[in-house]
């Protein structure tokens, strides 16, 4: 079996060298060869999240990007300005059960944890390999945009990529953040989509459940993440009760 390494990184050293976690997925885990999309594709939306965990915000995303745009490439990584609960792995195995998901209808939407580096440049190196002729878009939440001007190589990177902003609940987009950007050399879209008012927060404090599909609540609670020590039936025990 082929493995890839996840880099999970840590942002706060002085030194500007960052430790490395290797995680050892199996790649073939994950569905959508390349090859199926090598060509004639021309856009690739590249979503990288903290999925911590994945919400039906995060569904309703990717629906909606995968008919936008000809490949929606996904991932889980860690953002150095959040604290993370949940280790990379699980977060990736939360992932993947929401494309499962959705293959049927959205085919052209793929797991790709090769691509879950802290800093988004390093992505975006990654996914040039992989697609070394198309043009990118790189999707953002609203909440994200006053951090990008201190991205590491902010420049160089909106020189790879296009940036797509989609505006979350309790963020509202401000045009001096837009312009920020813009200044920087960045070309800058703003999605015309309202995303559902829901939020992983709303999980990880309130355990609001509806904010999260079935099959990601069965795997929380089988892993026992978030504290979830409650009584819990399955989707299947539900189904005969």
């Known amino acids: 079996m082929v493995y890839c390494t996840i880099i999970e990184r840590d942002g706060n050293r002085e030194d ?5 976690t290797d995680y050892r997925l199996p790649i073939t885990d994950y569905r959508l060869p390349i090859t199926d999309y090598r060509l004639p594709m021309n856009t690739v939306a590249l979503f990288g999240t903290s999925a911590d965990p994945p919400t039906q915000g995060h569904r309703a995303i990717l629906e909606w990007l995968s008919q936008e ?4 490439a996904v991932w889980a990584s860690n953002n150095p300005f959040k604290d993370h609960q949940t280790p990379l792995d699980h977060r990736l195995a939360m992932l993947e059960l929401l494309i499962e998901n959705l293959k049927d209808p959205y085919p052209n939407i793929g ?9 988004s440049l390093e992505s975006v190196k990654v996914a040039r390999d992989l697609w070394p002729e198309e043009r990118f878009i790189l999707v953002v939440g609203s909440d994200l945009i006053a951090q990008m001007p201190k991205w590491y190589q ?3 990177l909106l020189q ?4 797509l902003i989609v505006e979350r609940s309790g963020y509202t987009i401000e045009p001096e953040q837009v312009q920020a950007l813009t200044e920087l ?3 800058v879209a703003i999605a015309d989509f309202n995303v559902p ?3 992983s927060t709303a999980y990880r404090e309130r355990k609001e459940t509806q904010v999260i599909t079935p ?3 069965d795997y929380i609670h089988r892993e026992q993440l978030y504290h979830a020590r409650e009584p819990f039936q399955t989707n299947s025990q539900r189904a005969i009760s």
């Open 16 to 20: 500007g060298e960052l430790p490395i």
């Open 69 to 72: 745009y000809d490949y929606v």
């Open 111 to 119: 797991l790709y944890p090769q691509l879950g580096y802290s800093r």
């Open 154 to 156: 902010i420049k160089t």
């Open 160 to 163: 790879q990529v296009e940036v």
């Open 185 to 187: 050399g960045g070309q």
């Open 197 to 199: 008012p829901v939020s």
């Open 215 to 217: 099959p990601i609540q």
